[in-house]
């Protein structure tokens, strides 16, 4: 493996790739970054953050590196929406894809995603919060919408880790 790459919206998936990197020694760059410093076809542990199950930048990425693993930074708890999100994004059965929870604050997003957020929250976080039996990981997702939270954890990547070790 060459590197670890990641695109980032609001700074979570940034995290991750740094946290990885530590561990795992590899250098990270940004999908910008890779661009002029990582070679077309490189080995990359790829990580994105999830915007209606679609991993951005993924599609780019795989066109022009070699995806050795995918992590997909989003709101709902890790390892969960592993199927969905893999389908949505015809991610190979033979590339192991992980799910990472990540932060969520509405202020930091930009352009057309924070309007998107805003009017998400306001109509599912109202029906959610009225849902009268709700879910353990509803109720996650309620407290993520409304009250944000750091949710970027190092115990998170275990499996990332498990899987890079192996190899």
Known sequence: MNAILYT???????????????????????AEEAKNKLPARSEI???????????????????????????????????TQVEMVREKNAIPAGIPLFTLQGNFDVE????????????MVKTA???????TDR?????????????GRDRVRAEHLNAVLAWYDAQ
């Open 45 to 79: 542990l790829y990580l994105g953050w999830l915007m209606a199950s679609s991993i951005k930048g993924y599609k780019d990425a795989a066109k022009r590196y070699n995806i050795r693993a995918v992590c997909a930074v989003g709101m709902g708890q890790t390892g």
């Open 135 to 147: 879910t353990p990981e509803e109720d996650d997702m309620l407290d993520m919408m409304f009250h």
């Open 108 to 119: 930091k997003l930009h352009g057309v995603y924070k309007t998107m957020m805003t009017v």
């Open 8 to 30: 980032s919206n609001t700074g979570s998936t940034a995290q991750y790739a740094k946290l990885l990197a530590d561990k795992t020694g590899l250098p990270v760059y940004s």
């Open 125 to 131: 976080g109202k029906a959610l919060a009225e849902k």
